[in-house]
């Protein structure tokens, strides 16, 4: 009996098996295809707001073009105010699960980072905290509160928050809200 070739003859390839074959690549790619009228999955990971309340974004991420040009490498978070200095809404919680890399001064500010394991990386500032490197943190834990520094935000206190996956700065709230744009579809 001979060998079975290999190869493709012309013609040989109908829709259905064309089908089964790209059915069976996304599956194994691990993106098969959502079943009709099923929500889209969430962004991942999925980690907390390091304010709480829900802050308002006083200034989004904005990188630079080139790793050596200035830009905005995170996001500066405005906090609810209060009557109370030092409350709650000076309060900085870990977004998720990590262990402190860094907490010191640089240049003029109070800074804590986070490894989160994965790559994943956050910074914050202008933070004074308790916690040493080493420390490890849990997802809600109080990391440290907002130092008030005049001239990083130009109304009031806020806090900067910078996520690095390796050495690339990503946008941060891309791990707390959905950044997917939405897409209208017709009714019929």
């Given at each position: 009996m001979a060998?079975?070739?290999h190869t493709l003859e012309a013609g040989s390839m109908t829709?259905?098996?064309?089908?089964?074959?790209l059915l069976a690549a996304a599956v194994l790619a691990g993106s098969a295809p959502a079943a009709p009228g099923a929500a889209p999955a969430p962004a991942q990971p999925r980690w907390d707001?390091?304010?709480s309340p829900k802050p308002k974004v006083a200034q989004p991420f904005d990188p630079p073009d080139k790793p050596w040009l200035s830009g905005h490498r995170g996001v500066d978070l405005a906090p609810e105010s209060s009557s109370t200095p030092g409350k709650a809404d000076s309060q900085v919680f870990a977004p998720a699960d990590g262990v402190v890399t860094f907490a010191g001064v640089v240049v003029d500010r109070q800074?804590?980072?986070i490894d989160h394991g994965g790559g994943l990386r956050s910074s914050f500032e202008p933070v004074a905290s308790e916690l040493q490197q080493g420390d490890p943190v849990a997802k809600g834990q109080v990391i440290?509160?907002?130092e008030d520094i005049a001239g990083h935000?130009?109304?009031a206190k806020c806090l900067h928050w910078g996520v690095r996956r390796g050495d690339d700065y990503v946008n941060p709230l891309a791990f707390v809200q959905d950044l997917r744009p939405s897409i209208l579809l017709p009714l019929d």
């Open positions: 060998p079975r070739s829709l259905p098996k064309i089908a089964h074959l707001w390091p304010l800074v804590i980072t440290g509160t907002i935000c130009p109304a």
